[in-house]
């Protein structure tokens, strides 16, 4: 497990997104997630909501389920899985920002809660389904986040996660250059390998059914962020104006970092598909 050397707490992770919101929609869109190409002549936009659609397939999801979107951001994925799957979200955030966002673009059967998943007051074995998007990072307790989903799903239940995840056994110029920073400037209390999330599911009571490493379809993500910051950074002066007046400005830092290490082997992007029971 990747730690960083400032350590980062629920709080720093709130005043990150909602401090740097409007970079965030306008860099990364209101998905605030990577995309997954599959032709690789998609859009970003299209390859979003691919992810969006793969997360939906492994769940299986049928019409009416009660689902949990944990780390929901704006709300967006929430919006399409229960407009395309007829199905009810319960989402969480830690950021009003992204909440208030999500409240000014309602869906029938989504429901935005800014709240801490760690702490999330919903009861036993009261979700049919549940997914963690790029969230799971975040967590300062990931066994309890692990536990926490297995204790709200019901039996049967399914949990997707995608997650940035570290290289196994990466060497210590990557874990100091670029893992180790990442983790700092993207206020990720840590970052975990493959092997790290396996068995803190198995832990937690969840039997992994599937696990895919799709860093190849997902990593030109960044480039394209990187273009659209440098841009927007160029042309907008209410944009550049927040970007280096930022408390969190040196999270910029890791666009660079992120790209190459996707490139070097570094960090990895794993889907994992768990059941209950």
């Known amino acids: 497990m990747i730690v960083p050397e400032i350590s980062q707490n629920a709080a720093a992770v709130a005043d990150h997104y909602d401090e740097l919101d409007p970079i965030y929609r306008l860099v990364w869109g209101d998905h605030v997630h990577h995309g997954l190409w599959t032709t690789g002549r998609e859009t970003p936009g299209e390859a979003v909501e691919t992810l969006v659609d793969t997360v939906g397939d492994r769940l299986g999801l049928l019409p009416g389920q009660a689902c949990v979107d944990i780390g929901c951001g ?3 994925t929430a919006r399409r899985l229960a407009m395309t799957r007829r199905v009810s979200v319960t989402g969480f955030t830690l950021a009003a920002e992204q909440a208030n966002y999500a409240a000014a673009h309602p869906v029938p059967g989504v429901d935005i809660q800014v709240r801490d998943w760690l702490d999330n007051g919903l009861a036993d074995a009261s979700a049919d389904s549940a997914w963690a998007i790029e969230s799971s990072e975040h967590m300062v307790d990931k066994p309890r986040f692990f536990a926490e989903a297995h204790r709200v799903l019901a039996p049967g239940g399914r949990f997707v996660i995608c997650a940035w995840l570290a290289e196994t056994g990466a060497s210590g110029w990557k874990v100091r250059h ?3 920073p990442i983790c700092r400037e ?3 209390p840590s970052m975990g390998t493959r092997e ?3 068995e803190m599911a198995r832990q937690a009571g ?5 696990y895919e490493d799709v860093s190849r379809r997902v990593a030109r993500t960044w480039p394209i962020c990187a273009r659209r910051l440098v841009k927007a950074l160029l042309v907008d002066s209410e944009i550049r104006r927040l970007a280096l007046g930022a408390r969190n ?3 910029f830092l890791g ?3 992120l790209i190459l290490a996707y490139r070097t082997g570094a960090m990895r992007y794993g889907i994992f598909t768990l059941s209950k029971g």
Do not use: A
């Open 186 to 188: 993207g206020r990720l």
């Open 178 to 180: 670029l893992l180790e």
């Open 196 to 198: 790290d999330y396996e």
């Open 74 to 76: 704006y709300g967006s």
């Open 249 to 251: 400005r040196n999270s």
């Open 255 to 257: 666009i660079p970092r």
């Open 206 to 210: 969840f039997t992994v059914t599937g």
